[in-house]
Each structure stands twice: as structure tokens, then as C-alpha cells.
């Protein structure tokens, strides 16, 4: 012990960097190799997450296409690298191969922090037809409610986000109005004592609607079948 | 010298009003406004009231047993918190909730700062702070006072089973029809439906069946009582009730469309009883009366920024317990300057050292009574 | 946790020291970032705890292997290389077993690396011991940690959610404490079992002075 002590108080700069250098290289190659052993695993997760996201608020769909919609310039397939300003979403097809529903991500700032959702379109009513939660960390058995009320889940059976003629904009935004208020099919009803919640969902859909809609909507044929 | 000597702070003169006289006199000033409260709401209330009692004591005489701590169940200390938390709490809240939450607040509130007087936060409202945190649902849901029958029968939420949901209140009033009754208290109304109580029927809380505690009028009236034989200190009701009045003044002067008035604001909620009962517990509040002032002031302010603002309809444990948490740095601020001492270096003139040099000698080898607690603990950091 | 000289055979009482005597979590108060931060269920805790342990036992078997070919001045650098190394793989096999507890989980996996547990026994121990001992004690170690944050996610689930590992026990009438499944009631569970272990101490101390007098 002692003679390894006083050799190392001598250490020389080479070797301290010959050992980190050493050290680096075995550390890149656990991870590399571990990167590599996990990844179809990983990816099969994800592809899983994904299906059972869209399932939920286009219930009839059997897979699941990705794609990109890019503000004024329409629709393509998901691959490699997303183009700038592009919005994902997801073209759900039935047993047949048919357009059974659209599902798209959004997201609003809610009580603790911002509330994700996975919404559901419907091109034939032209309305959302479901959602679901991705990712929020509301209180629970507060701001979670938008999980279980069943009168604000009410909302979605039918959530109107008709295009304005021009095909350029909603004909009316999506607004989470105060509880017993709603009037109007584009209003969500919002939970008594979840305002906030509420509320971050409505502009979650609003603002994803928005920004999708008139992009895919003038497109529609393109995804009516699933592409062999 | 064998014989241990307890050093205590001064003052060392014996007088009548000792510390059990003062908290039996706040139990007794309570007792009417309990009375009320059990008119109002009937026995379930009453039930709710004993229950949070006995767990409170239950709680304190374990920790007096375990010989940690100063203080006897005789002192009444525990009886006030219990009584304090029953009043805070609706009177359907399940009665197992209320054990839970009398327990919490004497163990979370008072037993693990060391007993009576050595607490830091009022013990009720520590109590109410985590059933609010638990059950935040259970404890909105108010009924309807003055219920027909209320003597005859519980609310049924008030038996629900222990860790179950207490039963839904507002079936229980549409099977009674009696639905067009709101069970929503003045503030929630205000708050989330713009309607604002009269507040004139807030204080006599007598008037049709407003989900409301029990009587402001009676509580200022105990209140007084405390007060004229100084078991209790003015300044701080009255601190927090006009700090409070004013803030809510000058935002109804700017605009009376948006902001309730400021009579609506005093007598709504529990404001009147956590500023007489709740904001002048003595070991919670600052000792200086300067320090009275802005600590009523604070607690004030804060009630109504709270409510106004928040995103609860209450806001007056929150302010309180705000304002506990601030006493010593107001006592540290407000001490006074003693006889003799000049303008200068007035700041913490008043202070006293830790290890004084005027201890007599024979105190020097006193030995401090003992903390057993914890004791050869030895702590390390994260 | 005093050093074991090299040639010591390697005990029980090596194992059982993580897991007692000096428990991470209860008796070191350390980690408790984790500790107070993920335990909100039972299953959360578990998984949490064993990635902590997987990565505490590798790094200190590696630590070991390395210790005399380490140069002093540049050993905490070699450390954390290491133990990121560890975590980086573990995060990815998390990621590749559940997604959902990947989720649940969240940032704290990534934060093992700096669990001062970790590199505490990395200092403390490892560097000193063969590798056989520095791995039996980080697996007590571990296993004390895991041990300590089940304690705290079995709580707060039965009183959070009526569940035990995602099993009901109450049935749907169960009342959550929601508290317990916010940060404060990290605090409480933790508060109460350091009180009840210090209460059990302070009594265990009576018995052996009334029985010595």
C-alpha cells in the first residue's frame, strides 16, 4: 500500500489521462452496447404506447399510421427527418384498410404543469370524438377528473371544430366555458373545481386543431385507405 | 448538590392566571359557540365535535406518556385544538376523517415540536391543513343548516365507514327533496358562481339555511369576553380583522362590480373565528405588541389575497399558518428598545445571549431538564 | 463502516450492515431524493430501489477491479464515469422492460448517477476491498435502499390509492389520501418510520439500562 501511495502522488499527466481515456472507452462501448441490445425492444414499446394511445379515442381503428401535416403545403407520410413548422399526427384504419379516425397530440398549460392529450377527429362529423391523457401531473383527485367525469368526457362525443369555408380556420375555436354554461357544440364544459385542468385541455384541442386542421383537412383523399 | 435545578425563562412570580386557568377559560368561551354549532347542524355535528376531541386527546396523551414532553391533558391545550379543528371542519365530515385529522394536528402540529407551547404552527389549523390536503373533496362538501329533523338523524356522510367515501350529500338532499337547499358555503358561491350572501345573515349565520359555521356575532361576543379578562390579546383580532376589512375595502372602492363587499368578506368563511380563536393562540403569535399589529395585519392581508386570487375559496389557514411561520421573524424586528439604550445599535438591543454571564453560580451547575428524545441519534446530511 | 482489511473473509455481517446497522435510507438519511421523489407506489419503489442496487453493485464491482490502477487525483472522475455508464445501460433496460415505469419513474433514473450513495460506497468501500467484499457490502447496501423505499411506497400506496402493488385492497369505495401520493406525504411516511425507529431505539436503551443497573 505504501509504495502505491507514493507512486501515486508522482502521478504523471500521462498516465492520468491514459486511464481516463481508458476508462472513457470501456464506458463507450457498455453504452453503445447496451443502446444496441435495447433498441427493437425500446422501439417495439413505443410503437405499443403509441397503438394504445390511438386505439383509445378512435376506437374502431386496427393500425396505425404516422404522418406530417406542414401548414400550407398538406400532408405526407412520417419518415426520417420532420420537416420544419411540421405537425405529427396519427391516421387510425380499420380491419379493412378504411379511414376509421385521425388522432393528434396537444397540450395545454395546466395546474402544475403542462396537461398532454391524444385527441381524436372524426372527418365525417368533423368533430372530436375522444381523448385521452399522455402525460399530466394534475392533483390527483382534482385535476384528474378529466379522466372520470363523466359529464366532461361528455364533451368529446361530439366536440364541433367545423373548418370555416375557406378550409383556413376553425368556423369557431374550441373554449372550455364555465361549468353548466356550455350552449354551443365547439364548447367544453368544464369541470366544476377543475377549472384549470378543464381549461388546459380545451386550448390543448384548440390550438392542435387549429394548426392541423386546415392543413389535413383539404388532403383527406390522400389518407382515406391504407397505403399498401 | 445531587438535587437537579430547572432553569425556565422569567418571569418567576407566581400569579392566579396560570396557563391551565387561561386554556380552560378559552374551553368554556368555545362551549356556546359548540352549542350553536350542534343547533345548526345537529347531532351530526355534535358527534363530529367529541369525536375530533377524543382523538385529540387520545393523540396528546400519548405523547405526554411517552415522557417526552411538558404538559398534562389536564392543561386543556388538546381540548381547544379539538373543539378549534371540529369548528373548521364541515359537519358531515366523516367522523374517521375527523380522528385522522385531530391526530395529525396533535402529533404533526404540537407533539413533535416538544408540547404545549413549544409548538410552531397553530395545532387545529395543521390538522385541517392535512385533512384539506387528504380529503380535499370531503372537506368542501357542506350541507344546509337548520335541516328539519337534523337532531333525529346524522348526515350520512358523517358515518362513513373508516378509509371509505363518505356517501354522496347531494343525493342524500334530493332524496329528501330538499335539493333546491344549496349545500355550497357563501365563499365557494362567491367564488365560483358570483353570488354574494348578505352580510347581515352572515353574521347572525341564523337566516334561511346558508351552509355557513356558526354565528360571527357569537364568536366576537366570546371573543369580547376572553378579552375583557385579558385571557387573550385584542390587538390580534382586531389587527387581522382591519387589515383585512381594509384591503377588502379598497379593492371594492376600485371596482364594486368585481370585488364582494368589504362586510361580505369579514363575515364570510371561518375569518372571524381564526382571527379570535386561532390567530391569538399565545405560542404561535408574536409577544410584542408591535409585533401584534403586523402580525395581525399579515394575516389579514393574506386572507384576502387568498381568497381573492387563490385558487380555494378560503383562505384564512393558509394566512395563519403563513403567519405563524413569520411570528419570530416579527418578534426578531419589533422587540422593544429597553430604558436607557439610545436610538443607536437599537437593533436586537433586547436580545439576550445564549449562555448569559449573569446566571448565578449555583445555576451555572444546574442541569437543564433532560430531552430524552432522539437522543444519541447521531445525524448525517443528505 | 469500518474499512475491512483485504484478506478478511467476507461475512454475513458485511451483507447485513446495508441492510441494518446502516441502512441508507433510515439510519444515513441519504438518497433522499429518490427516496422522497418516487415512492408514491409500491411497484414504483421496487423497481426504483432494484435499478439503484443493479447499478451500486456493478459500480462497485468495477470500482474494485479498477482501484489500483486508478490514479488518485483522477479517481472521482473515474467514478462518475462509471456509474453514469451504469445508469445510462440501466435507463435503456427500463426503457426496454415497461415503458409505463419508464415513465412513472421519470428523471430520477437518470438522477442515480448522482445518488451519493453510490458514489459514497464507490469511495468509502470499494476502492479498498477486492471486489468480492466491496460487492457483497454494495448489494446490502442496495438491498437496505430498496428495503427503505418499499417502507415508504407500501404506505403511501395503501393510503394513496387502496392498492397494494396495483392490486385494490379496499375496493372502489376506497378514499385516497390524496396527500399521501403528493411530495408532502413523502415527508410524512418518512417522518413517521424515523420516529417509530427512534422510539424502538430509545426503548431497546431502557431495557438494556434497567437490565446493566
Known amino acids: 500500500m505504501t509504495e502505491q501511495v507514493a507512486a501515486q502522488q508522482v502521478t504523471p499527466t500521462g498516465a492520468m489521462i491514459r486511464t481516463l481515456g ?24 413505443k410503437r405499443i404506447a403509441l397503438e394504445r394511445a390511438v386505439f383509445k379515442v378512435v376506437p374502431k381503428a386496427k393500425a396505425v399510421g404516422e404522418f406530417y401535416a406542414v401548414p400550407g403545403k398538406g400532408i405526407a407520410p412520417a419518415a426520417g427527418e420532420a420537416p420544419a413548422g411540421a405537425i405529427k399526427f396519427y391516421v ?5 384498410g378504411q379511414l376509421a379516425g385521425i388522432a393528434a397530440e396537444g397540450s395545454g398549460k395546466g395546474y402544475a404543469d403542462a396537461v398532454r392529450i391524444m385527441f381524436g377527429y372524426q372527418p365525417y362529423c368533423q368533430c372530436i370524438t375522444g381523448i385521452g391523457v399522455v402525460a399530466m401531473r394534475e392533483t390527483p383527485g382534482i385535476g384528474d377528473k378529466i379522466l372520470t367525469d363523466r359529464a366532461f368526457l361528455a364533451n368529446f362525443e361530439a366536440l364541433d371544430v367545423k373548418l370555416s369555408a375557406d378550409l383556413a380556420a376553425l368556423a369557431n375555436e374550441v373554449k372550455t366555458v364555465k361549468h353548466g354554461t356550455k350552449t354551443h357544440p365547439w364548447q367544453i364544459d368544464a369541470i366544476a373545481g377543475a377549472t384549470i385542468t378543464s381549461r388546459a385541455v380545451g386550448r390543448g384541442i384548440n390550438d392542435a386543431a387549429k394548426a392541423l386542421l386546415p392543413a389535413l383537412v383539404p388532403q383527406l383523399d390522400k389518407i382515406r385507405s391504407k397505403a399498401p | 448538590m445531587s438535587t437537579a435545578i430547572e432553569i425556565r425563562p422569567g418571569p418567576h412570580v407566581k400569579g392566579p392566571r396560570s396557563v391551565e386557568k387561561i386554556m380552560a377559560n378559552v374551553v368554556y368561551s368555545l362551549l356556546p359557540i359548540c352549542l350553536f354549532y350542534v343547533y345548526q347542524y345537529g347531532i351530526s355535528a355534535l358527534a363530529s365535535i367529541l369525536v375530533v376531541t377524543a382523538s385529540c386527546l387520545l393523540a396528546e396523551r400519548w405523547f405526554v406518556r411517552t415522557g ?21 371542519m364541515p359537519p358531515g365530515f366523516p367522523l374517521w376523517m375527523g380522528a385522522v385529522a385531530g391526530m395529525v394536528a396533535i402529533a404533526l402540529g404540537k407533539g413533535i415540536f416538544g408540547g404545549i407551547g413549544c409548538n410552531v404552527f397553530n395545532p387545529a389549523l395543521v390538522g385541517r391543513a392535512f385533512a384539506q390536503a387528504a380529503f380535499p373533496t370531503a372537506i368542501a362538501t357542506y350541507t344546509p343548516s337548520f335541516l328539519p329533523g337534523r337532531f333525529a338523524e346524522f348526515i350520512p356522510s358523517t358515518l362513513a365507514w373508516p378509509l371509505m367515501m363518505p356517501a354522496d350529500a347531494a343525493a342524500w338532499l334530493k332524496e329528501k327533496h330538499l335539493d333546491a337547499l344549496s349545500g355550497a358555503t357563501p365563499l365557494a358561491q362567491w367564488k365560483f358562481e358570483g353570488i354574494v350572501a348578505d352580510a347581515a345573515d352572515l353574521l347572525s349565520s341564523l337566516s334561511g339555511h346558508m351552509a355557513v359555521g356558526p354565528s360571527p356575532l357569537l364568536i366576537l361576543a366570546c371573543g369580547a369576553y376572553l378579552a375583557a379578562r385579558r385571557f387573550m390579546d385584542w390587538r390580534i383580532p382586531i389587527a387581522v380583522l382591519g387589515s383585512a376589512g381594509a384591503v377588502a375595502w379598497v379593492l371594492y372602492g376600485f371596482n364594486p362590480g368585481h370585488y364582494p363587499s368589504p362586510f361580505f368578506m369579514l363575515f364570510s368563511g371561518g375569518l372571524i373565528l381564526g382571527a379570535v380563536f386561532m390567530a391569538t393562540d399565545m405560542a404561535t403569535s408574536p409577544v410584542t405588541p408591535t409585533g401584534m399589529w403586523v402580525y395581525g395585519g399579515l394575516i389579514g392581508l393574506l386572507t384576502v389575497l387568498i381568497r381573492y386570487y387563490g385558487g380555494l375559496p378560503e383562505g384564512v389557514m393558509y394566512a395563519i399558518l403563513i403567519g405563524n411561520a413569520a411570528t419570530p421573524l416579527i418578534e426578531r424586528v419589533t422587540q422593544p428598545t429597553p430604558f436607557g439604550k439610545g436610538v443607536l445599535g437599537k ?9 448569559p454571564d449573569y446566571i448565578s453560580r449555583e445555576e451555572a451547575a444546574a442541569v437543564t431538564p433532560k430531552k430524552r428524545f432522539l437522543r444519541n441519534k447521531p445525524r448525517k446530511g443528505l | 463502516m469500518s474499512p475491512t482489511p483485504a484478506n478478511t473473509p467476507t461475512t454475513w455481517d458485511e451483507f447485513l450492515e446495508g441492510i441494518w ?15 422522497l421523489a418516487v415512492t408514491v407506489s409500491a411497484v414504483n419503489a421496487l423497481s426504483m430501489g432494484i435499478s439503484t442496487a443493479l447499478v451500486l453493485i456493478a459500480s462497485c464491482g468495477l470500482v474494485s477491479l479498477m482501484r489500483n490502477i486508478v490514479p488518485k487525483e483522477v479517481r472521482i472522475a473515474t467514478y462518475i464515469v462509471i456509474i453514469a455508464t451504469l445508469v445510462t445501460a440501466v435507463d435503456y433496460a427500463i426503457q426496454a422492460i415497461s415503458l409505463a415505469l419508464y415513465d412513472a419513474l421519470g428523471a430520477f433514473i437518470q438522477l442515480i448517477v448522482v445518488n451519493c450513495i453510490i458514489l459514497g460506497r464507490a469511495e468509502a468501500h470499494a476502492s479498498k476491498n477486492p471486489p468480492l467484499p466491496a460487492m457483497i457490502n454494495a448489494a446490502g447496501m442496495g438491498v437496505g435502499f430498496t428495503i427503505g423505499l418499499l417502507s415508504l411506497g407500501v404506505v403511501r400506496e395503501i393510503l394513496g390509492a387502496g392498492s397494494l402493488f396495483g392490486i385494490s385492497l379496499f375496493g372502489a369505495q376506497f378514499q385516497p389520501w390524496v396527500v399521501m401520493v403528493l411530495p408532502p406525504g413523502g415527508f410524512f411516511v418518512l417522518g413517521s418510520w424515523l420516529l417509530f425507529f427512534s422510539w424502538r431505539a430509545r426503548r431497546q436503551q431502557a431495557r438494556e439500562a434497567t437490565q446493566n443497573a
Open chain 1, 22 to 45: 481508458l476508462v472513457s472507452a470501456i464506458c463507450g462501448l457498455i453504452i453503445v452496447g447496451s443502446y444496441q441490445g435495447t433498441f427493437s425492444a425500446v422501439q417495439e414499446n
Open chain 1, 92 to 96: 387510425g384504419y380499420d380491419a379493412a
Open chain 2, 347 to 355: 437593533k436586537r438591543a433586547a436580545s439576550y445571549d445564549l449562555t
Open chain 2, 68 to 88: 417526552t414532553q411538558s404538559g398534562h391533558l389536564g392543561d386543556f391545550s388538546a381540548t381547544i385544538t379539538g373543539l378549534l379543528l371540529a369548528l373548521t
Open chain 3, 21 to 35: 446497522k446502516q441502512n441508507p435510507v433510515f439510519v444515513m438519511i441519504l438518497g433522499m431524493c429518490p427516496t
